[in-house]
């Protein structure tokens, strides 16, 4: 069974930083391209930031560039948003998503 599980949620002040973890279980990361996207409050749903597995290229939203980094640890089937520098606006619960897969969310806060 293809499953993915996020963690490495929290709350922190702005300014800080998380780094949130997505494991794969039941496939290989590098089968398909990854994603980070995040729900807000009374929002929708968001792409932060993507690794293409054709070329291993990276995007990220204008929102989050140069703060936000994506990784992916093939080894440990393990993909990574390193996130600085943290806004307010950036409270959401954040989902990983690989092929047909969604994790289950983890919840960031920033809040002073």
């Known amino acids: 069974q293809e499953k993915l599980v996020e963690s490495g949620g929290d709350s922190v002040q702005p300014g800080g930083s998380l780094r949130l973890s997505c494991t794969a279980s039941g496939f290989s990361l590098d089968h398909y391209s990854i994603g980070w996207f995040r729900q807000a409050p009374g929002k929708g749903r968001e792409g932060v930031a993507c690794?293409?597995?054709?070329?291993?290229?990276?995007y990220y939203a204008d929102s989050v560039k140069g703060r936000f980094t994506i990784s992916m640890d093939t080894g440990k089937n393990i993909v990574y948003l390193q996130m600085t520098n943290l806004k307010p606006e950036d409270t959401a619960v954040y989902y990983c998503?690989?092929?047909?897969?969604w994790g289950q969310g983890t919840q960031v806060t920033v809040s002073s």
């Open positions: 690794i293409l597995t054709t070329d291993n290229s990276t």
């Open positions: 998503h690989s092929g047909a897969n």
